[in-house]
């Protein structure tokens, strides 16, 4: 298994750019997330899908959307980057109220 | 809101040592709280996992332990190696599936 993945690994963007940031699993995971981790403030949650077809704010969804295309895969979109979204994103599963499972990250610098 | 606070925000022990990370949440009303590991620049791993049911879990050298009605964890690293060099990270379940994280205690060991 390769567990949670996530593409691309590192991103250099100028303001007002798009992108589209993928992640997959492939532990038969109901649950899906999208984090993003700055220094000092831990990891937020930006949005969430708790199944197939149903996605939810979490604590920082401004300028971000989500598509839960199917069970495995869980993609965040920027559609006009801003300096304040340079951070590293995380994706994550978990089947239910399980142990958190993620991917490696991806490094997203906005210009 | 739940708020999670780590201290210390940084710890430097010698090899060998015995050491305790401690996190502390503003919400007692959990059902689970989790300690993960961060290797710099790399995803998170969970280390355990213990549900609102339990006081501790065990797993190798380490022992986490849970007050629910005091708000407190405490991660207990036995007999610590240059490997355990690594940021700590604490997170708690909120509002269903939104996670709370605290911001980490950044572990150096020194041989």
């Known amino acids: 298994n390769a567990g949670v993945t996530q593409t691309p690994k590192f991103q250099v963007l100028k303001t007002g750019q798009s992108m589209t940031l993928q992640c997959a699993q492939d532990m038969n995971h109901n649950s899906m997330y999208w984090y993003r981790q700055d220094p000092g403030m831990g990891l937020r949650l930006i949005y969430y899908?708790?199944?197939?077809?149903?996605?939810d704010k979490g604590e920082v969804p401004n300028g971000y959307n989500v598509s839960r295309l199917n069970k495995r895969e869980f993609s965040l979109r920027l559609e006009s980057a801003a300096p304040s979204q340079t951070s590293v994103y995380f994706c994550a599963s978990t089947r239910g109220t399980d142990t958190q499972y993620f991917g490696p990250g991806t490094r997203l610098t906005v210009l | 809101k739940q708020e999670v606070t780590q201290i210390p925000a940084a710890l430097s022990v010698p090899e060998g040592e015995n050491l305790v990370l401690n996190c502390s949440f503003t919400?007692?009303?959990?059902?689970?709280l989790q300690w993960f590991r961060q290797d710099p620049g790399k995803g998170l791993t969970s280390l355990l996992l213990i549900q609102s049911s339990q006081r501790e879990q065990t797993s190798g050298r380490l022992n986490a332990s849970l007050d629910k009605s005091s708000g407190r964890s405490t991660l207990y690293i036995a007999a610590s190696q240059p490997g355990d060099s690594a940021t700590y990270l604490c997170a708690v379940p909120y509002n269903n599936n939104d996670m709370r994280f605290g911001a980490g205690t950044r572990l150096t060991v020194k041989p």
């Open positions: 899908s708790a199944s197939e077809g149903t996605t």
């Open positions: 919400d007692s009303a959990i059902y689970n």
